[in-house]
């Protein structure tokens, strides 16, 4: 590796760290009852509404003006081989994830799916699995962390990253890292695919910002909502016990089920 990517590499380890420290800090200072009033989820929603608006403001600025662009001079199938391209990379986290919360048949569905994307789909741009009828299993380390019994923490919205919780944070470091575009080499490359897939990604989510603008009163609290549901939906496999069974998910998330098979 050149000077230049070990210099890189450590900055971004550097960083991770420092937020890592941040969000462990930020963890350890209980709020007191009543401080801020409203969802007993979300005890530090001023400073999570801070953070909401500065996304907001880059998204606006920066970051949507670039996926317009994108989607407006790229072909719609070509758009589709680069999610179906990132999809296949992603997959290879997902497996891992998948057998370190023992689940058999998500495992080798996961990995039949990645040898049939990647060999007859020219290295995932046609996405050959979902065709022939072979679900995706898609699972991130803060899922893996869940289904081990560790409580989600209070609601936290992330620089750039957008909703997540303390459990998910201290997971972003991992799910970046066991991304396989971070093994690509050089660095100019790796840091090219990075951007394409963020900006894929934004391009995908364009007509549901668009729908959120349009019908949501207060889209800090209707993006809190809508992420807090699917993260349970996610950790319980889309069959979440009734909420009466968990009426305080902020301090600690029920043990998951054992994995089904």
Request: glycine share 8%.
């Amino acid at each position: 590796m050149t000077e230049s990517g070990c210099l890189a590499q450590r900055m971004r380890r550097g960083l991770w760290l420092l937020v890592c420290t941040a969000v462990l800090l930020l963890a350890g200072c209980a709020t007191t009852p009543g401080a801020h009033p409203g969802d007993p989820r979300d005890p530090w929603e001023p400073l999570n509404r801070d953070v909401h608006a500065f996304n907001e403001t880059f998204d606006r600025v920066a970051f949507k003006p670039v996926a317009v662009a994108y989607k407006t001079v790229t072909p719609r199938l070509v758009r589709a081989g680069v999610t179906n391209f990132f999809n296949n990379l992603g997959d290879a986290w997902s497996l891992f994830n998948n057998v370190l919360q023992g689940k058999l048949q998500a495992s080798v569905e996961t990995y039949f799916r990645m040898t049939v994307n990647t060999l007859w789909g020219i290295g995932g741009v046609f996405d050959i699995a979902t065709e022939i009828g072979v679900e995706s299993h898609t699972e991130d380390f803060g899922q893996t962390l869940g289904l081990w019994g560790l409580p989600t923490g209070p609601y936290l919205v992330l620089p750039f990253f957008g909703p997540s919780n303390v459990r998910d944070a201290l997971a972003t470091p991992a799910d970046t890292f066991g991304y396989p575009v971070t093994l690509v080499n050089p660095v100019a490359l790796r840091n090219s695919l990075a951007a394409l897939n963020a900006v894929d990604k934004r391009a995908n989510y364009l007509r549901a910002g668009e729908m959120l603008e349009e019908s949501a009163l207060d889209k800090y609290v209707f993006s809190r909502d809508v992420f807090l549901q699917k993260r349970r939906n996610d950790i319980y496999d889309g069959s979440p016990p009734p909420e009466e069974e968990a009426p305080d998910a902020s301090a600690a998330e029920p043990q998951a089920p054992v994995a089904r098979p």
